[in-house]
């Protein structure tokens, strides 16, 4: 069973930036999708940024997001730069056997999140 666990969180000024890591550990075996999502109270989860596993191809919603894979340390990196006070949320990476990474329904395996805040 896959697990994942976020890291890197914390409380920044706008303007500064953040390295957030998502550790995975289990059996990979089939997953094509690894992505970052963020969520806030009442709201949905959000798509931040994604990798298609097969190629390492990769996606952002923004060029102030920048993912990043370390197949040898097994882990998962969203760099986030310029950070403004409404990308304050619970920011979670995940894994699945989906596609098409920017979609929510690719992805089966969520780790708890990390909380950043931004303040003004």
């Known amino acids: 069973q896959v697990q994942l666990v976020e890291s890197g969180g914390g409380s920044v000024q706008t303007g500064g930036s953040l390295n957030l890591s998502c550790t995975v550990s289990?059996?990979?075996?089939?997953?094509?999708?690894m992505g970052w999502f963020r969520q806030t109270s009442g709201k949905e989860r959000e798509v931040v940024a994604g990798?298609?596993?097969?190629?390492g191809d990769t996606y952002s919603v923004e060029g102030r997001f920048s993912i990043s894979r370390d197949i040898a340390k097994e882990t998962l990196g969203l760099q986030i730069d310029s950070l403004k006070p409404q990308d304050t949320a619970s920011y979670h990476c995940?894994?699945?056997?989906?596609?098409?990474?920017?979609?929510?329904?690719?992805?089966?395996?969520w780790g708890q999140g990390t909380q950043v805040t931004v303040s003004s």
């Open positions: 995940a894994i699945g056997p989906g596609v098409f990474c920017f979609d929510i329904d690719s992805y089966e395996r």
């Open positions: 289990g059996d990979t075996t089939g997953s094509n999708c």
């Open positions: 990798i298609y596993i097969p190629n």
